[in-house]
């Protein structure tokens, strides 16, 4: 939803929020630790995280909103719930996204 689409019914958050594992409610970060989220991607950036796991293999993107990035995938430690990725290198575009945080 963007700014324009907000109304005064819609809840404000007032306090910090905490990321959950969708499947097992496990903590995996709060927004202490939030840098960006991208509303087109429907993502969040965290420069810290807890309970999750990685495997070894690095991975390469060829989807359009982060082709060429290499990343590993993220798990939560309890239940394998895919969580997300960690870039290891990304896109130009995406790099540039992160210039504009304040």
């Keep these: 939803m963007s700014a324009q689409e907000a109304t005064s019914d819609d809840p404000q958050v007032t306090g910090p929020l905490v990321f959950s594992c969708l499947k097992c409610k496990s903590i995996v970060g709060d927004s202490f630790s ?3 989220s991208n509303e087109e991607a429907n993502t969040i950036t ?13 991975y390469t993107s060829y989807e359009s ?7 590993f995938p993220i798990m939560c ?9 960690y870039y290891v290198t990304t896109s ?6 992160l210039i504009h945080i304040s």
Excluded: H, V
């Excluded at 965290?46 to 690095?58: T, Y």
């Excluded at 430690?77 to 990725?85: I, M």
């Design 34 to 36: 939030l840098l960006s």
């Design 46 to 58: 965290l420069s810290a995280s807890s309970n999750i796991q990685r495997p070894k293999e690095m």
């Design 65 to 71: 909103l982060d082709e060429g990035s290499t990343y």
């Design 77 to 85: 430690k309890f239940c394998q719930q895919s969580l997300g990725r």
């Design 92 to 97: 130009t575009d995406l790099d540039l996204s």
